[in-house]
């Protein structure tokens, strides 16, 4: 059956799944995320069915009700892929009075500051697909998304969308090492501590500015690009070297065209969050209204969403952690309470936001497994808040 | 239960009732037709001395989609700092108001309020339906999405084509017209929305080839047909598949001096087909004068009342900061320099169009503004049939829907409009003929302006009017000499026959979000090419796109109001 990937901020929705009893295998694709994130769905499945019978929402929401009323400060976070739990959360949130919070990677958390400073020309990946002629790449985002190259990258964009005359894509990449799968030909890498991009990107910008050549000859390779496209990994940017892309990106574009692609995990949450509260980034409902949180910092009690087990597990944190989704061993071991639930587009439908953000998604329901799912669990959490109150 | 509304002053031109006093009855969310008994009754509102008519209707309001979080993620500070002027002092919060399986609270507010802030301001107003008029394929899950958690209203959306690369592609290709109709229908299908929007017709397209002006008979750079090509051939799709909508116009050119000849191009390049032109107001521009920016809405004026095809709606400038959004990325970069404050976002969506979000701060004693806000009620003024021009601030674009009672006042107050003049910029006021212009709307122009006009112009056959049968969506006004204050708090607020306003405050909730869309046919036989070319183009599976009933009320968490096609 077709399926839409819910394992990294690709989203796939050309993935064929088999099923093999109750658990799902992807077929003909090669992908390291896509598999072991059906294998570690599969494993925890196997694990939680030998421990126990699964429980309904209303159980496991009776479970910590009383925890979560007495908590004085509370912090829903984790990674939340689907709007359905989203919402749910941002609606839990507002009922405690807590904070909501997207688990941004560091790169995430840099653009956003530098795009609320400044911000930014960007793009979706269709269009990096379809039209760029130019593409660099700030660590290896194709690491945590290992299909980009062969969907969105490798392809050459072809008339009528390509912009500009080069028939063949060429590529840059700025990092610790080389990207696997872009041709040797056309790609150019050069060494670069992470500490130091955005001198190199400083260098860069002033060098276009002024129509000169910098050391790097980062700044001759840009000139001589159409439109070009940029990619990082989720631990490329720092603050700094966030900021000079943005500043690079709009000194790009008074010439020609160039685009930032955002890759991030969190873009989900952030929508929901954003709409239904009006902020973007953390946002705090501890006065009753939402109000954007500066820095979130560690809550009494979290509620941690952890849609699948591959996920990234919440920080080292002196705080009662509740996890809420699918675990696997090691985290379900470190948390105070963990609650089982299902896996958005593998046990219930949904919509996802694909990683560059404006694209939305469906999540299809792949299995009945029976389990209830985190945004059933948050919504008797949110009853038996307002019952109590 | 059956309710009674009596003695008000009704105002329904759907049944050329102007202020006539009548009794109304609702039973199950509808108006009933006969007088009941009155032993029938179940609740009595008596609203003698009040005015009475259909809930308000926007046609062209930006609340959802992707362009409107991204204005939220660029602007914290401005957001922040409005909510924190405009919170009561000492009023009591609270951790919200539970509505319908979601929540209200208070929250940003301003030019952009969040979706249920922006559902209980519109609600609080007297409107009912608002109608978000660009919804990019590619992220018409999410745009629906929050037009669901925008409480209270009813919601639509158009879908917009003109600038992806399947329709270019198939224009270049001079493929027949009933392969654009069938695309046109699937798009509008599968994507749930009720209408199509062009957005500078091949322009945003261009902007990607790094063109930055493309005028209505500029061939495009690559795909060469131009965007006269797009409108005409969309806008004939549009009425060979039977929308009610004509296709919706933004049209080249927004915001350059000079391009009132665009806007009369892109009427003369619609060829008799029906085009509604949105926030005509941006692109009512002329050139001359000693600034080179004087006022074309004369002959907009002109141009709507001898081509019945065309409908308009202003976009209405309003003075004070705000966040322009808009597909039109070619002339949203174009602005990125005008920004208050200097920050922009531009953004390339999925070989199907785009997103430009600048904020900006219109002041009343800077000329091109002043001159802006006087050609809007110019427009107002001069487009005789109130049926034919609709009352939009293109909200956020030329300020918030929460305007729209002032703005209601200058045109309904001759005296109010012309102490207004008077505080613009004295060249600007010049400039213009506004100090000539003494007509004032009516409560009949505003019912047929704000009611009964844009229901029939989307099709929706059961809302905008008080007809036996209709939906029972009723806003009820004290007149009061302060048009202003008259509007901004109406007494009460019927929605599907609830009374969820009282006294301009909001003390009931609704159910279920409402979705209104149509069902164009589509030919089968020509599914197989479209999709090749879908595959061909780059951007989102068919297969993805399509968003059925049952993913709108299970995911989307939004019934679809399905209406006839023509």
Redesign the interface.
């Known amino acids: 059956m ?1 399926a ?1 990937c819910p394992f990294c901020p690709l989203r796939c ?2 993935l064929v799944v088999r099923a093999e009893g109750t658990h799902l295998v992807p077929h003909e694709v090669d992908c390291p995320r896509a598999h072991a994130g059906f294998a570690g769905v599969a494993a925890e499945s196997a694990r939680l069915s030998s421990l126990a019978a699964w429980r309904t929402a209303s159980v496991l929401a009776e479970s910590i009700a009383d925890r979560v009323a007495g908590a004085a400060s509370l912090r829903i976070s984790g990674t939340i892929i689907d ?2 739990t989203a ?1 749910a959360a941002v ?1 839990l949130a ?4 807590g904070v909501v919070d997207a688990a941004e990677s560091v790169s995430s958390a840099a653009m ?1 500051r530098a ?13 990096l ?3 760029a002629d130019s593409v660099v790449l700030l660590g290896d985002p194709s690491d945590e998304c290992p299909r980009l190259v062969e969907r969105f990258l490798a392809p050459s964009p072809a ?3 390509r ?1 500009g005359e080069r028939a063949r894509r060429r590529f840059l990449s700025l990092g610790e090492s080389r990207i696997a799968g872009l041709p040797g030909e056309r790609y150019t890498h050069i060494e670069v501590a992470r500490g130091d991009l955005h001198r190199l990107l400083a260098e860069a910008r002033g060098a276009l500015r002024v129509g000169k050549t910098d050391s790097s000859g980062i700044a001759t390779w840009l000139a001589d690009a ?2 070009s496209g940029w990619l990082w990994s989720s631990e490329a940017l720092d603050p700094l070297a966030a900021g000079t892309l943005v500043g690079l990106s709009t000194e790009l ?1 008074r010439e ?2 160039a ?1 930032l692609v955002s890759l991030a995990s969190d873009t989900t949450l ?3 969050s ?8 953390p946002v705090d ?1 501890g ?6 949180l500066e820095n979130s910092t560690p809550a009494e009690l979290t509620l941690w969403l952890q849609p699948y087990p591959t996920a990234p597990p919440p920080p080292l944190e002196d705080t009662f952690l509740i996890v809420l989704g699918m675990a696997d061993a090691e985290l379900a071991e470190r948390a105070d309470v963990y609650l089982p639930a299902g896996v958005p587009g593998v046990d219930f ?3 996802t ?1 694909r990683g560059d ?6 999540l299809h329901a792949l299995l009945d497994r029976g389990l209830p799912s985190a945004a059933e669990v948050l919504g008797e959490l949110q009853l038996r808040r ?1 019952d109590r ?1 | 239960m059956l309710i009674e509304l009596a003695g008000g002053a009704v105002y329904d031109p759907r049944q050329n009732w102007a202020g006539d006093i009548r009794n109304l009855y609702i039973e199950d969310g509808r108006l009933r037709g006969d007088v009941p008994q009155p032993s029938e009754v179940d609740v009595r509102y008596d609203l003698s001395g009040h005015v009475v008519m259909a809930g308000a209707i926007d046609l062209h309001t930006h609340i ?1 989609g ?1 362009k ?2 991204i204005a ?3 602007l ?2 401005l ?2 700092a409005g ?1 924190r002027a405009e ?1 009561p002092r000492g009023e ?5 108001v ?1 509505q319908g399986g ?2 209200l ?4 507010d301003g030019f ?6 922006a559902g209980r301001r519109y609600i609080e107003m007297g409107y009912t339906a608002c109608f978000e008029p660009a919804v ?1 394929p ?6 629906h ?2 037009l669901a ?1 925008t409480p209270l209203i009813d919601t639509g959306g158009y879908v917009i084509l003109g600038n992806d ?1 399947v329709l270019l ?1 198939m224009l ?1 290709d001079g493929v027949e017209q009933s392969l654009i109709n069938a695309y046109v229908a699937f798009m509008v299908t599968a994507t749930q929305c009720i209408g199509v929007k062009v957005v500078n017709a091949g322009g945003i397209n261009a902007f ?3 063109q930055r002006m493309l005028d209505v008979d500029d061939p495009h750079p ?2 060469g047909v131009t965007p006269g090509e797009v409108i005409r051939r969309l806008a004939r799709a549009v009425e060979e598949i039977g929308l009610p909508h004509p296709l919706h116009v933004h049209g080249s050119n927004l915001g350059v001096a000079g391009n009132i000849e665009s806007t009369l191009k892109t009427i003369r390049a619609a060829d008799g087909h029906r085009i509604h032109l949105t926030h005509v107001q941006f692109h009512s521009y002329g050139k001359e004068g000693p600034l080179g920016f004087s006022s074309g809405a004369e002959q907009v004026a002109k141009a709507v009342a001898e081509n019945p095809n065309v409908t308009i709606d202003v976009g209405q400038v309003m003075f004070g900061q705000t966040v322009t959004i808009s597909a039109d990325t070619m002339h949203q ?1 174009q602005g ?1 320099g005008r ?1 208050t404050p200097r ?9 199907e169009a785009g ?1 430009g ?1 600048v904020p900006f701060r219109y002041r009343h004693r800077r000329y091109v503004n002043a001159l802006q806000w006087a050609i809007g009620l110019e427009l107002f003024l001069m487009v005789d049939d109130p049926s034919r021009v609709f009352l939009t601030t293109d909200h956020p674009n030329g300020g918030p829907f929460t305007t729209y009672p002032h703005l209601i006042r200058l045109l309904m107050d001759r005296s109010f409009r012309a102490t207004a003049l008077a505080e613009i910029h004295s060249d600007a006021a010049a400039a213009s003929q506004l100090s000539g212009l003494d007509r004032q709307y009516t409560l009949r122009d505003i019912a047929t302006m704000t009611r009964a006009a844009p229901a029939d112009l989307l099709g929706l056959g059961d809302l905008g009017h008080l007809s036996a049968g209709a939906v029972a969506d009723v806003t009820v006004y004290r007149p009061d000499d302060d048009i202003e204050a008259m509007f901004a708090r109406p007494t009460h607020v019927f929605r599907r026959g609830k009374l969820v306003v009282r006294d301009g405050r909001l003390v009931d909730s609704v159910d279920a979000a409402i979705t209104h869309t149509v069902r164009p046919a589509i030919d089968p036989g020509l599914q197989s090419r479209l999709a090749e070319r879908f595959a061909a ?5 068919m ?2 796109l399509r ?1 059925s009933d049952d ?1 709108l009320a ?3 968490l939004s019934r679809p109001e399905i209406h006839p096609c023509r």
């Open positions: 077709l839409t929705d050309d709007i359905t919402r609606r507002a009922a405690c009075g956003r795009i609320e400073r400044e911000g930014v020309v960007a793009a979706t990946l269709a269009e697909s379809q039209r008339p009528p969308a912009v159409t439109y574009n020609r065209r685009v952030r929508s929901v954003t709409w239904l509260s009006g902020f973007s980034g409902f006065s009753g209204a939402p109000q954007l439908a949904s919509s936001y953000a404006a694209v939305c998604l469906p307002t109150c | 959802g992707g409107t979080t939220r993620m660029l914290p500070e957001l922040a909510y919170r009591a919060v609270g951790h919200g539970q979601g929540l609270w208070n929250g940003p952009l309020p969040s979706a249920p802030v990019l590619s992220n018409a899950r999410g745009a999405a929050e958690d690369d592609g270049r990607k080839y790094n690559t795909y970069f990125t920004a920050k922009s976002v531009i953004l390339d969506i999925e070989c997103c979000v183009a780059g951007g989102m599976s297969r993805s968003i993913e299970s995911s989307i």
